[in-house]
């Protein structure tokens, strides 16, 4: 206590008071109520008030808008050569820059964190998507005022500050309604309005959306009349926002808007799935070959630049597969295409709306593609369920993918509202174009670039230009302080800033040749290591691909035994000739460099990120509660936040009372269709639905139930050596007796991935179709009294 009240006095010290030697006055937010001048006697008429200003923004300090899509590839987008119609990111580059090396973390959180922070992701303690924090200091999920928000930084100083969209920076943990909020997109963050969902994926057609703290139930129809869709919706709640803050507030806003495409499930509108049909029946291959020779029209890349071989040894020749296979796949990347373009019409709904307020020329417009690069966790032939890699099994083969769809009504009904889906990773290799590898890839430029644009007329003299200097996301904050005008702050919450890692993109603007000001910066993500430095690319090569998450794949890290390849980017700018062997000295001094720079922020472990599949001691889930009692007062919980039910044992006893031979509805319920499990009464039987991965399904036909007061137990198991993923009994039982046995031949052990948990009811995607028709399938009011959740670890 001590220690933190000295801390409060110095902040406040500071920031009242000038440094030795006359430097600048520290500057501490929140900052101090300001002096009251007026005069208070003791009657009013020999008074006189005064009206304390809050803060206000700089003078003609503009607005920002920061844009972030999700797993869009560097070269996915019209203007970087891709194949897919772009034209609201394409106007921002055409009416303003577009950088050729603009560099991201390679995976989502971390980068999200980066943006909206400014700090190295380790140094957040965002070395790891949020659903998968662990017990590490640079992978916990655990942000504090030492490294302060950029919408908490605007928001002290005058500006309005929304969010939309994905929200991927609260711990899950921490991701109900109940709370707590400390990493909300309210508090921390700066955020004052917020409508999205919390955590890496969800449905379109039936999200979890939260408004601020509260879960809301969704339209049923957009505003224009269309069936409901969220990046609809979301671009609905953002104009609203607009309208109101042009007709309420004088303050300059701070909005960041991110939709959830293109993460997996990959799922557009009805009406736009098949926008691509047949536009892609060539393959991945030649769909590479193509987007590299636009790019060098476009002078994106030398003319003389060649790929790198494909890497057939893991993503298979598009001649490999049968006629059949080629159109599942074919498939597959026109209803993607179909998302993103969808995606950039709802964005182009953004600036329309910003240019008839006449505010977009007074607005700081940065447009990021993606968070990372191009999703490749589909598998080399796609997947049904997107949640097969990141629960450790092995991909299905193309042909159960095939037959399962053909049950599910075939490859038309790919990215519908039942589906969990992720396009291959031939697609996402080639979207990569014209770097190597993918998501995760932290190691090489197509797990890292990200096409991204600024418009700034105010600032941004040229119109459709390059700008080849290599950049980092850090430089996002020190760009919109130095814009705005807004003093990065010394002291927040009483706490010392840590100083910024990277440095304002201004410098450039107006200054295609200048050097830049970013000279090295270090790159970890799931093991894969890499470092950029003057113009030297230090890649550590992949000990396993993108789409493996196995033992036996994560067996193969071995850090300190790096087998490096070395680039020369001045020279050769895509990274596509490795020269390793013929620079062993350069090699050991970037080596060092790399972990020098690793030291610093915070990024030990190698591999830290991945405790809650090979160090169990490590996951935060360990220490959560294992004693529940919940009433179907309690639902729309995230799984991070609820009873842990996965590869475990685990007792639930449900209290029912009065019930007649009506009396039906969920117990519990979690996940959906595409994984998870629910207990349920339909038709006066007690019914259990066991979904692995959205593939192979466990239920029993019923057991009678009685009338007036009961209980029902379900037992679950593990009844395999492996506990992961392993084979487990579920023993259902009714007043202390047994009725039935079903018997699982496997579990989901890590994640059902973008759905939640609820009592009483079935929320969100459903679990089971047996009640598809009944809605929420709420338990008839007031017969569920309680039910009680014992967990073992």
């Known amino acids: ?76 987008v019209s203007s970087y050569g891709g194949p897919i119609n772009t034209p609201a990111f394409d106007r921002i580059g055409d ?31 965002t070395g790891i998507v949020s659903e998968f924090s662990t017990g590490y200091s640079g992978y916990n999920n655990e942000v504090d005022y030492t490294t302060p928000a950029l919408g908490k930084i605007l928001v002290e100083n005058g500006y309005a500050t929304s969010a939309f969209g994905k929200w991927h920076n609260t711990k899950l943990d921490d991701g109900s309604a109940a709370g707590p909020f400390h990493n909300w997109p309210g508090s921390f963050w700066g955020f004052e309005y917020f409508y999205g969902f919390v955590g890496g994926e969800m449905n379109m057609f039936h999200p979890l959306v939260f408004e601020n703290n509260t879960a809301v139930d969704i339209p ?12 609809t919706d979301m671009t609905d709640k953002a104009i609203k926002w607009l309208d109101n803050w042009r007709g309420v507030r004088d303050e300059p806003f701070f909005m960041y808007y991110a939709p959830g495409a293109c993460h997996a499930p990959i799922q557009p509108p009805a009406d736009w799935r098949n926008k691509y049909k047949g536009k892609f029946n060539e393959g991945y291959e030649e769909m590479r070959d193509q987007m590299l020779e636009r790019q060098k029209d476009l002078g994106l890349v030398p003319q003389d630049a060649k790929l790198v071989d494909w890497p057939s040894e893991s993503i298979p020749a598009w001649d490999t597969f049968s006629e059949r296979g080629q159109e599942y796949l074919s498939r597959q ?44 966790e589909g598998t080399p032939t796609g997947n049904i369920q997107e949640l097969f890699f990141q629960n450790g099994y092995e991909p299905l083969t193309m042909d159960e993918q095939l037959d399962w769809l053909d049950r599910m009504g075939g490859l038309e009904e790919w990215g519908n509202e039942d589906m969990s889906n992720h396009f291959a990773t031939g697609w996402a290799y080639a979207l990569s174009t014209p770097y190597q590898w993918t998501k995760q890839v932290g190691s090489h430029f197509g797990g890292t670039m990200a096409a991204m644009a600024i418009r700034y007329p105010k600032g941004i003299e040229a119109q459709g230009e390059w700008r080849r200097q290599f950049q980092f996301v850090t430089d996002i904050v ?48 799931l093991g894969f290591m890499g470092l950029y430095h003057e113009g030297w690319s230090l890649a550590g090569k992949p000990y396993r691909y993108p789409w493996q998450m196995s033992a036996g794949a994560l067996a193969n890290l071995k850090p300190l035994d790096m087998e490096w390849e070395l680039y020369n980017i001045d020279e050769d700018p895509i990274q596509s000739v490795n020269i390793a062997d013929q620079n062993p000295e350069k090699i050991k001094e970037l080596e060092k460099i790399f972990w020098d720079e690793a030291e610093k922020y915070d990024v030990f472990p190698i591999g830290g990120a991945m ?15 294992t004693n529940w009692v919940l009433t179907p007062n309690v639902y729309r919980l995230p799984e991070n936040a609820a009873p842990q039910m996965k590869s475990n044992d685990y007792v639930i006893n449900a209290h029912i009372e009065g019930a007649d031979k009506d009396t039906d509805g969920v117990i519990y319920a979690i996940g959906k269709a595409m994984g998870g499990h629910a207990l349920y009464v339909l038709d006066g039987k007690l019914r259990y639905t066991n979904s692995v991965l959205g593939y192979w399904l466990y239920e029993n036909e019923g057991v009678d139930v009685p009338t007036g007061d009961y209980k029902v137990t379900l037992k679950h198991t593990i009844t395999s050596e492996r506990r992961m993923n392993g084979a487990a009994k ?12 079903i018997e699982l031949e496997r579990t989901m052990g890590i ?20 009640y598809k028709d009944k809605g929420k399938f709420i338990f008839t009011p007031g017969k569920l009294k309680k039910v009680t959740f014992d967990i073992s670890k």
């Not at 820059?97 to 957040?124: D, K």
């Not at 049923?220 to 990046?231: E, I, Q």
């Not at 579920?730 to 046995?741: G, H, Q």
Request: with cysteine.
């Open 95 to 125: 009416e303003g820059i577009r950088y050729s090396h603009m560099a991201v973390n390679a995976i989502c959180s971390p980068t999200r964190g980066s943006l909206l922070t400014g700090y190295n992701m380790h140094q957040i303690g």
């Open 611 to 625: 405790g809650r599949v090979i160090q169990p001691e490590s996951n935060t889930s360990m220490d959560a509660k």
């Open 220 to 231: 049923k129809k957009n505003a224009d009349g269309s069936d409901y869709h969220f990046t």
């Open 1 to 76: 206590m001590k220690k933190l009240i000295f801390m409060l006095f110095s902040a406040l010290s500071f920031s009242c008071f000038a440094q030795e030697g006359g430097e600048k006055e520290s500057i501490s937010i929140p900052y101090p109520l300001g002096e009251w001048k007026g005069v208070a006697e003791k009657t009013i008429d020999n008074s006189k008030p005064y009206f304390i200003e809050t803060k206000k923004a700089p003078e003609d300090a503009p607005n920002v808008l920061i844009i972030m899509l999700d797993d869009v590839g560097y070269g996915t």
């Open 730 to 741: 579920v023993e259902l039982f009714i007043n202390d007796k047994l009725v039935d046995t």
């Open 333 to 376: 990347m026109e209803v993607n295409a179909a998302f993103l373009e969808h995606t950039d019409a709802q964005i182009a709904r953004v600036f329309d709306h910003l240019e008839e307020m006449g505010e977009l020329d007074n607005t700081l417009v940065i447009f990021f593609t993606a968070d990372n690069g191009t999703t490749g």
């Open 478 to 525: 020190p760009t919109v302080l130095e814009v705005t005008g807004v003093p990065a702050p010394d002291y927040v919450n009483g706490q010392k800033r840590k100083e910024y890692p990277g440095e304002s993109l201004t410098y450039a603007w107006n200054d295609a040749e200048a050097e830049t000001n970013h000279p090295t910066q270090y790159f970890e993500c």
């Open 751 to 770: 994640s059902y991935g973008g759905d939640v948990f609820d009592v009483g009811r079935d929320e969100g995607c459903i679990v089971s179709k047996n």
